[in-house]
Each structure stands twice: as C-alpha cells, then as structure tokens.
C-alpha cells in the first residue's frame, strides 16, 4: 500500500511564500507529482519530481527527497488565484498515480 | 495538445440504473487510462486502471461487476456504474498519458463528470 500525507489545510497571505509538505511511504515508488485543483475542477498539473533536489518552474518550486520520503511544493509571490487544493501523488510501478488527501490552500488578502 | 475530454459532465439518475461515462483523448494516444472517484472535501482515489484491448485492473475495495470498464480504442475508454445507488454520487474523473511522454509520467485529465443518483 501506500501512505501520502499531506496538511489539511494552510492560509497564507497575498504575496508570500507558502510550502506545502508531502510525505510518502510507498513500495515501488517511482516519482511524484503536484497538482493543483480549483473546486470542482480536474486536476492540473503542476510539476513532477524523479531525482532529488528541487524543480523550479516560474513562482513554484518543488523539492523532493526519495530517502526521507519527502517533498513539498513551494509557492512564491502568492496570489488570490492561488486559492486552490494542492494534491501530491506518487508514481508507483509503470502507471499507477496515487493521491494525498490534498492541502486546501487559502489565500487571504 | 493533450486533450482529455469526458462526457458527460454532469448526470442525474435513478437509483437501480446504469449510467456510461466516456473518457476520450482528442489528440493522442493512450494505452492507459485511469478512472477516478472523488467525494466533496476529499482526494482522488484510483478506482482502475484502463488498458487498451485489455481487462481493467481495479484498484482494492472497487467491485469490478459494479463498475464496468472498457477500453476498446487507443482513444476512448468508458466507465458504465451498474445499478446506481445514491452512495455512488461522487465526481468521476478520467486521465491519460500519452505515448510518447511515457517518460515524464505526466497524466492529462478529463473534466470530470459529476454523477447525482436519486
């Protein structure tokens, strides 16, 4: 099986840097993902993390530590639009995604 | 590119009947597809995983009888709910990868559909 946690909610302010941990204990594990979600929206995605060390892409950055079993997805210069569910998901064998139970990210002005 | 487009997007039935959902990629292929279930306030679950011109693996705790998945084209694959019940009313949401960027593992999702069973 497969444990992803993540906190379950976070509020941050306009502006700021925000970091949303992930940890994992999975068998198998292959990469992780971030995706973000707005209510009743699909998922989109956001980066993707194999190796260690930190991904950055524009206002996010994404870290991973395959050893610790960590990762977290660090938002710069936040903005309301940014108000969203952040879903980590590890890669498990050739396909299959598996989802945290998402970090409801408030963005307050 | 890498569009994913699922229909319909949002269904309300009665309890006993069966409702087909379809998951299409408009302008890849994909081998796999993945089925996903997701009740208000929580995460996505994977209900199966879809595999062209092959039977579904589903994912422990989904009942494959009820949840019917068939994958017959590179392009589409189809997730009918067999005599719906109210518990059933969740957020169904599809995804696929394409061939070619098998590599990157990164998955393009449907709208996703929004069942309501009466």
């Known amino acids: 099986g497969q444990n992803i946690d993540q906190p379950t909610e976070m509020t941050a302010t306009e502006g700021a840097i925000v970091q949303i941990n992930c940890t994992y204990q999975?068998?198998?594990?292959?990469?992780l993902f971030w995706y973000q979600q707005h209510a009743g929206e699909a998922p989109t995605f956001l980066s993707y993390n194999v190796l260690d060390g930190l991904e950055e892409k524009g206002r996010f950055s994404s870290f991973l530590s395959r050893s610790k079993g960590y990762s977290y997805l660090l938002l710069k210069e936040l903005q309301m639009k940014d108000s969203a569910s952040y879903l980590c998901a590890v890669t498990r064998g050739a396909n299959n995604l598996f989802f945290g139970t998402g970090t409801r990210l408030t963005v307050i002005p | 590119g890498a569009v994913v487009s699922q229909h319909p997007s949002w269904v309300i039935c009665k309890s006993g009947t069966s409702v087909k959902i379809e998951c299409r990629s408009l302008?890849?292929?994909?081998?796999?597809m993945f089925w996903y279930r997701q009740f208000p306030k929580q995460s996505l679950m994977l209900m199966a995983t879809s595999n062209e011109g092959s039977k579904a693996t589903y994912e422990q705790g989904v009942e494959k009888d009820k949840f019917l998945i068939n994958h017959a084209s590179l392009t589409l694959s189809t997730l009918t709910v067999t005599s719906a019940h109210p518990e059933d009313s969740s957020f169904y949401i599809c995804s696929a990868r394409p061939l070619q960027r098998t590599n990157t593992g990164e998955l393009f999702f449907g709208e996703g559909s929004r069942l309501t069973v009466l």
């Open positions: 302008d890849f292929q994909a081998t796999t």
């Open positions: 999975t068998s198998g594990f292959n990469g």
